[in-house]
Structure formats: structure tokens, C-alpha cells
């Protein structure tokens, strides 16, 4: 589900889901514990969560 969400967020975005979002936050990316540092995170941590 990882790569579906980066090619999702390649055409919405326009710009690397990978390279971008890989290691952004607490929870974009592979794995992810504490709170989510902002919107974006959230989005990521909702993502892990379905």
C-alpha cells in the first residue's frame, strides 16, 4: 500500500512521494510511533491506521 499512497501523492502533488514524504514526520514512511508532528504526518498516521 506504501507505493499505491507515493503514486498517489506523485499525481496529486506533482513532486516524489518517496523522496519527498519517505522521511517526513513521525509516521510517512516505513513504520512510525508518538504523536503525528502535523497535518501532513496525520494524514500518513490515518494511512498506516486503515
Do not use: E, M
Amino acid at each position: 500500500h506504501l507505493l499505491q499512497f507515493g503514486d498517489l501523492i506523485d499525481k496529486i502533488a506533482g513532486r516524489s512521494g518517496f523522496w519527498y514524504y519517505g522521511f517526513y514526520g513521525c509516521y510517512c514512511g516505513l513504520g512510525g510511533r508518538g504523536r503525528p508532528q502535523d497535518a501532513t504526518d496525520r494524514c500518513c498516521f490515518v494511512h498506516d491506521c486503515c
